[in-house]
Structures are given as structure tokens and as C-alpha cells.
Nanobody
Framework: QVQVVESGGGSVQTGGSLRLSCTVS????????VAWFRQAPGKEREGVSC????????YVADSVKGRFTISKDVSKNTLYLQMNNLEPEDTAMYYC???????????????WGQGTQVTVSS
């Protein structure tokens, strides 16, 4: 059974940084996409950044490009999202997903975490 567990959310002021972590367990061997999505109140879910587990192909949404960096530690089965220069518009629930079929738009994935809240105040 696949489990996806996020951590690392919190509250920061504009310009601050946070690092999200996501531990993924139970996935079979192979190359698949893992990703971070987010959903703000009243808005649709959007893909933030994706990476392939074994080949490091990445996607970063324009809205966070240059500020957010996705990375992974395969030995720890952990995905990270380093978020720098945070803006109030980044406030959302952030979700980790594994075996992602579509990183763009609202996304599509087989396995989702429960989410971790990020709040950025001005």
C-alpha cells in the first residue's frame, strides 16, 4: 500500500522561506513522477513542481519559478520543496502526490498526501 506523508508547513512573513518534505513508501521499483500541488481557498488545485523519481526530469510552474526548488533523496524515499521569497499569494494547502500522470493544471495522480498548510502574511 502506497503512503504519502507531508510535513514542514507553517506560517511565515513575506520574503521568508519554508521547506516541505514528503515521505513516500510502498511504491514499486520504476521511474514515475512525484509532485507538489497546492490549493488556495476558493481556487482550483494547481501543479507547483514535479520531478521524475529516477531521471530527474522536472517541471516548475511559472508562478514559482526562481523561488521554489524541488528535490529528492531516493535513499530516504523523500521529496522536498524548498520555498524561498514567499509571497502572500503562495498561501495554500500543499499536497504531495506520487505516480503523477499530469503535473499541469489541477493534476492527476494515483496517490495523494493529506496536505500541509502554508500561510504567508504580508
Amino acid at each position: 500500500q502506497v503512503q504519502v506523508v507531508e510535513s514542514g508547513g507553517g506560517s511565515v512573513q513575506t520574503g521568508g522561506s519554508l521547506r516541505l518534505s514528503c515521505t513516500v513508501s510502498g511504491l514499486p521499483f520504476g521511474d514515475y513522477t512525484v509532485a507538489w500541488f497546492r490549493q488556495a481557498p476558493g481556487k482550483e488545485r494547481e501543479g507547483v513542481s514535479c520531478i521524475t523519481w529516477r531521471t530527474d526530469n522536472t517541471y516548475v510552474a511559472d508562478s514559482v519559478k526562481g523561488r521554489f526548488t524541488i528535490s529528492k533523496d531516493v535513499s530516504k524515499n523523500t521529496l522536498y520543496l524548498q520555498m524561498n521569497n514567499l509571497e502572500p499569494e503562495d498561501t495554500a494547502m500543499y499536497y504531495c502526490a506520487a505516480v503523477v500522470w499530469d503535473c499541469t493544471g489541477s493534476g492527476s495522480a494515483n496517490n495523494w498526501g493529506q496536505g500541509t498548510q502554508v500561510t504567508v502574511s504580508s
